[in-house]
């Protein structure tokens, strides 16, 4: 249960954390549209100021970051927290209930764009802050970055990291984003894979020609099937062996978590419209296989792959060029930039063996993130674990990774630390980010700043936040 002493100061600093939560989701601060950017930076400059830190505006050729410091108690370590103020736009209008940038109440929970992504999470987690402060608990350094890019692919994030790197230097990142579980209880996200883009075109004749001529001109949709066919295999694993030198299994620590996470393979199956059966190999394994497959198996995915004809009835034609896509996901520990040279190679390889003429052959290859996990013995993931299992009921669900691509080693890298990631917002299923009716339970408030408030005075106190639990 939550310290009975930290509870209690969540209500007593409720009033003020509930206006300053519905003050910041007013500001319709949204990036890809360009509006209220500067009105909501200035807002969480305004806050962070009031709370005692130094800090200011950091300018992009974008929108600015919020970026600051909090001195922490003698001896602890240091903590970076990131969040994103920045919402996605708001429309179609017509489906939301109440004004999207006018915060409502219905039932206890609120609704407002930004609600749960992200600027629920970020006032949790100051409020947290705060709570910690004025119980006199002892908390880490504290660096913040507050980015207004997110929703637009944070394109300025790596420059933001960079001009700031010894600003922001710390022991561990926090990444305060995404939502509590389904069930209820704390969500812990401790890595993320990587993602390597690939665009393959092959040009065949100067333009698409009659199929009698098919026993000599070369046919760019077949050479490119085959192509895509040579680097990866039917079930999407990728056949290019000098990318799979890099991988690595999961740990035995990662394998344990695993072993914890709550997966149905029948409910998931389900949720795709097909049966346990028809998902790929192999259909007899037993649930931490499949797990383990979902999460550390690395990919080369088609998705999508544009030739010839596909109108009604038929059209003889040698289609002269043929376009695929692929998005390979990386697994630890790849590397993105030998990844991308590698899926080069084995494209270049494959179009040879192809009978693809040189110069007939585009390709394009974006090594666009690295894969990463934290360590799960480092003592603020240790701290972070603990408290969610005192700030929500139930036992917190923690993944070594999630299954989709992300900005943790971006963060790891500019610290030299671990990061990882905290929801503190609705569990996704009920949360309708980047939708209409985004919401975030009152509750689910008032325990991500408990979570908050435990698990910075844990992390700087080495644990013994805990240590007077009173309820
Ligand atoms: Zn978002």
Redesign the pocket.
């Known amino acids: 249960m939550v310290d009975a002493a930290i509870a209690a100061a969540v209500e007593r600093h409720w009033p003020q954390a509930w206006r300053s939560l519905t003050d910041i989701l007013a500001i319709p601060s949204v990036s890809a549209q360009g509006r209220g950017m500067e009105e909501a930076a200035r807002y969480l400059h305004a806050f962070l100021s009031e709370m005692g830190a130094a800090v200011h505006l950091v300018a992009t050729d974008g929108f600015p970051a919020v970026v600051g410091s909090l001195p922490g108690t003698p001896g602890a370590p240091s903590l970076l927290l990131y969040g994103h103020y920045d919402v996605?736009p708001e429309d179609p209008l017509a489906l939301w209930h109440s004004p999207p940038f006018t915060p409502t109440v219905r039932d206890g929970v609120l609704y407002a764009r930004g609600a749960t992504?992200?600027k629920g999470n970020i006032m949790a987690a100051l409020w947290g802050i705060r709570v910690a402060a004025a119980l006199g608990l002892p908390r880490p350094h504290l660096r913040f970055c507050l980015e207004g890019e997110?929703?637009i692919g944070s394109p300025h994030l790596a420059q933001v990291l960079d001009a700031c790197r010894h600003e922001l230097a710390a022991d561990a990142c926090v990444l305060c984003d995404r939502g509590i579980h389904a069930s209820g209880a704390a969500q812990i996200f401790l890595g993320n894979k990587g993602m390597v883009s690939v665009e393959i075109t092959v040009t065949g004749a100067a333009r698409d020609v009659h199929s009698s001529q098919a026993p000599l001109l070369p046919n760019a949709a077949r050479q490119l099937v085959e192509i895509v066919a040579r680097i990866s295999s039917p079930a999407g694993e990728p056949r290019i062996p000098a990318l799979l030198g890099d991988r690595r299994p999961p740990t035995p620590a990662e394998r344990e978590l695993l072993r914890r996470l709550p997966f149905a393979r029948d409910a998931y199956a389900a949720d795709y419209g097909l049966q346990a059966a028809q998902l790929l190999p192999p259909t007899d394994a037993d649930r931490l296989a499949v797990l383990e497959r979902l999460l550390f198996q690395p990919t080369a995915n088609l998705q999508g792959f544009h030739a010839g004809y596909g109108g009604p009835g038929h059209k003889t034609i040698v289609p002269a060029r043929a376009t695929a896509k692929l998005d390979v996901r990386l697994v630890p520990d790849m590397e993105r930039h030998r990844a991308a040279a590698a899926v080069r190679e084995a494209v270049v390889a494959a179009a040879r063996a192809a009978g693809v003429a040189e110069g007939a052959l585009t390709v394009e290859v974006g090594a666009d993130m690295d894969p990463y996990t934290a360590p799960v013995d480092h003592p603020a993931v240790q701290a972070a674990i603990a408290a969610g299992r005192r700030a929500y009921p139930g036992e917190p669900v923690v993944w070594p990774l999630v299954d989709g691509s992300g900005p943790l080693a971006a963060f790891a890298r500019a610290i030299g630390g671990p990061a990882f990631l905290i929801g503190l917002g609705n569990p996704f299923e009920r949360a309708n980010?980047?939708a209409p009716d985004e919401k975030l339970d009152l509750d689910t408030f008032r325990r991500g700043i408990a979570m908050m408030a435990t698990f910075l005075s844990g992390y700087a106190g080495g644990g013994q936040a805990g240590d007077h639990d009173a309820d």
């Open positions: 996605q992504d992200d997110e929703e980010t980047h």
